[in-house]
């Protein structure tokens, strides 16, 4: 017994670190870029609306890469002192995939990071602007390594067992393997929407306090455009990855659907309640048909069911239903709020600009067409995005279970042999430590957002910059 609460204790610690640590790369991933679009924004025009916007962003960039690289190294430990058994049977594939993120992506955004902070004035433009980009493709670099090592736990191929180790066959078979495109595209899209709402959320939030700035105007229409043009690409993407999951892992999207029985025509059930133990769904809300026309394209298409995967002796081979059927419906649901509010924000937006095409030149989005409920809806949704990466990534790695690297090793035989007290006592510590950071931390962007709008923000308007190197002459400390 005291194994079994080990071993619970264990996951849901790992499950809190790396659900605080992936709130940060979810945002840096993609603000790196969107910062990059400012800088050239800036010297492609010189207007100082985009370097204002590409100041008070980089600021929020710094502490969500700090906070990213700390909760990271955190987590690292976790194993060595909770996981031993993992580093013992893949670390020949594990290990290596972890060194190439160091040397590919970690160097190039701690070389680069400080002329990207601090470099304004002490630099030529065009080589703070070319920091700016290489620190943006090393956290995409950083994720591409992760990814690729979580997809092979998925769905790994290109190695062989020998005494009990796992050594590397094919490094392409390992790196390319069968779901980490979906995966990938899957985690940067999530990103980009992420930072999307964010900025969206955030310049709703100074509009609201009374900042009718052009670096408002700029970001609130950067961030709306952001969500409506990738919230379709998301869903599309979501399903080519739900066919990719159907085929190498059926027992989650069983478990993802609610699906008991094997059965022809599956219906989609919008909700109810799994009983594991009655093995069937309470006050069940279906679609007939819909789910084996989505995972199949075929209406009477076969989709297999959670009592399939039983063994013989009884043993459950499929991960635990519920948290897995919720947590695919959380997001789905944000995804679809996601769609909705974008979409109505740049109609919104589209229409008052088409109605003062003569007064708005040079605006795609008009923000004053926004409605005040709509400004005020976009400040909840700021942080959407963790909700739908986090629910996203519950739905993964609770649906990988009883496995932890698929059919190779479950998660019970790398869990270390501590006493669950232990592991009890850092749990709690964990988790007060990561409530005061992330509290303190969402508390920081609404002070940046507060003394923003106020105009009090430490930093002086006026700039200077060559035609040439677009440069500003103030140092972000001034």
Same mark, same amino acid.
């Given at each position: 017994m005291?194994?079994l609460?080990?071993?619970?204790?264990?996951?849901?610690?790992?499950?809190?670190n790396?659900?605080? *640590?992936?709130?940060?790369?979810?945002?840096?991933?993609?603000l790196?870029?969107?910062?990059?679009?400012?800088?050239?924004?800036?010297?492609?025009?010189?207007?100082?609306?985009?370097?204002?916007?590409?100041?008070?962003?980089?600021?929020?960039?710094?502490?969500?890469?700090?906070?990213?690289?700390?909760?990271?190294?955190?987590?690292s430990?976790?194993?060595?002192?909770n996981?031993?058994g993992?580093?013992?049977t893949?670390?020949?594939?594990?290990?290596?995939?972890?060194?190439?993120?160091?040397?590919?992506?970690?160097?190039?955004?701690?070389?680069?990071?400080g002329?990207?902070?601090?470099g304004?004035?002490?630099?030529?433009?065009?080589? *703070?602007?070319?920091? =700016?980009?290489?620190?943006?493709?090393?956290?995409?670099?950083?994720?591409f390594?992760?990814?690729?090592?979580?997809?092979?736990?998925?769905?790994?191929?290109g190695?062989?067992?020998?005494?009990?180790?796992?050594?590397?066959?094919?490094?392409?078979?390992?790196?390319?393997?069968?779901?980490?495109?979906?995966?990938?595209a *899957?985690m940067?899209?999530?990103?980009?929407?992420?930072?999307?709402?964010?900025?969206?959320?955030?310049?709703?939030?100074?509009?609201?306090?009374?900042?009718?700035?052009?670096?408002?105007?700029?970001?609130?229409?950067?961030?709306?455009?952001?969500?409506?043009l990738?919230?379709?690409?998301?869903?599309?993407m979501g399903?080519?990855?739900?066919?990719?999951?159907?085929?190498?892992?059926?027992?989650?999207?069983a478990?993802?659907?609610?699906?008991?029985?094997?059965?022809?025509?599956?219906?989609?059930?919008?909700?109810?309640?799994?009983?594991?133990?009655a093995?069937?769904?309470?006050?069940?809300?279906e679609?007939?048909?819909?789910?084996?026309?989505?995972?199949?394209?075929?209406?009477?298409?076969?989709?297999?069911?959670?009592?399939?995967?039983?063994?013989?002796?009884?043993?459950?081979?499929h991960?635990?239903v519920?948290p897995?059927?919720?947590?695919?419906?959380?997001m789905?649901?944000?995804?679809?709020?996601?769609?909705?509010?974008?979409?109505?924000?740049?109609?919104?937006?589209? !229409?008052?600009?088409a109605?003062?095409?003569?007064?708005?030149?040079?605006?795609?989005?008009?923000?004053?067409?926004?409605?005040?409920?709509?400004?005020?809806?976009?400040?909840?949704?700021?942080?959407?995005?963790?909700?739908?990466?986090?629910?996203?990534?519950? =739905?993964?790695?609770?649906? !990988?279970?009883?496995?932890?690297?698929?059919?190779?090793?479950?998660?019970?035989?790398?869990?270390?042999?501590?006493?669950?007290?232990?592991?009890?006592?850092?749990?709690?510590t964990?988790?007060?430590?990561?409530?005061?950071?992330?509290?303190?931390?969402?508390?920081?962007?609404?002070?940046?957002?507060?003394?923003?709008?106020?105009?009090?923000?430490?930093?002086?308007?006026?700039?200077? *910059?060559?035609?040439?190197?677009?440069?500003?002459?103030l140092s972000?400390a001034?």
């Amino acid at each position: 017994m005291e194994t079994l609460d080990t071993l619970l204790l264990s996951r849901i610690q790992f499950a809190a670190n790396i659900s605080f *640590h992936i709130l940060f790369p979810t945002i840096t991933i993609a603000l790196g870029w969107v910062l990059f679009f400012f800088r050239l924004r800036f010297a492609q025009t010189g207007d100082e609306k985009w370097m204002a916007a590409y100041r008070f962003w980089v600021k929020i960039f710094a502490l969500s890469f700090a906070m990213g690289v700390v909760s990271g190294i955190t987590m690292s430990f976790q194993f060595g002192t909770n996981w031993p058994g993992f580093m013992e049977t893949v670390g020949n594939i594990a290990g290596p995939l972890l060194a190439y993120e160091v040397l590919t992506a970690f160097f190039l955004e701690a070389v680069f990071i400080g002329i990207m902070l601090f470099g304004f004035s002490r630099v030529p433009g065009w080589l *703070h602007m070319l920091a =700016t980009g290489l620190v943006a493709f090393g956290t995409t670099m950083s994720a591409f390594w992760i990814i690729v090592l979580n997809s092979w736990m998925h769905t790994p191929q290109g190695f062989e067992m020998i005494d009990g180790q796992a050594f590397a066959t094919d490094w392409w078979a390992i790196i390319f393997n069968p779901s980490m495109p979906y995966r990938f595209a *899957h985690m940067m899209l999530a990103s980009f929407l992420t930072v999307g709402f964010l900025i969206a959320g955030v310049s709703a939030f100074r509009w609201i306090l009374g900042d009718r700035s052009r670096e408002v105007r700029a970001m609130l229409k950067t961030g709306v455009a952001i969500g409506a043009l990738l919230i379709p690409v998301q869903i599309f993407m979501g399903d080519l990855h739900g066919l990719n999951t159907k085929e190498y892992q059926p027992a989650k999207v069983a478990a993802m659907e609610g699906l008991w029985d094997t059965q022809q025509g599956a219906p989609l059930v919008l909700f109810g309640i799994p009983d594991e133990e009655a093995r069937t769904n309470h006050m069940a809300v279906e679609i007939p048909g819909l789910a084996s026309f989505i995972l199949t394209h075929h209406w009477d298409g076969e989709l297999t069911g959670l009592n399939d995967f039983i063994a013989e002796d009884g043993t459950v081979l499929h991960p635990p239903v519920a948290p897995v059927f919720w947590s695919f419906r959380v997001m789905v649901g944000t995804g679809l709020a996601m769609l909705l509010l974008s979409w109505t924000a740049a109609w919104f937006m589209w !229409r008052r600009r088409a109605l003062h095409e003569g007064r708005i030149a040079g605006h795609w989005f008009a923000v004053e067409g926004l409605p005040k409920p709509l400004l005020w809806a976009l400040v909840p949704m700021a942080f959407s995005g963790w909700v739908a990466t986090l629910a996203g990534w519950y =739905t993964t790695e609770i649906g !990988r279970q009883p496995w932890l690297v698929q059919g190779v090793m479950t998660t019970e035989m790398a869990v270390a042999d501590v006493p669950a007290p232990m592991v009890m006592g850092t749990l709690v510590t964990y988790l007060a430590i990561y409530a005061a950071l992330l509290f303190a931390y969402i508390g920081v962007i609404a002070y940046l957002a507060r003394k923003a709008a106020k105009g009090d923000d430490g930093q002086a308007d006026d700039m200077s *910059h060559s035609g040439k190197a677009g440069v500003m002459a103030l140092s972000p400390a001034e």
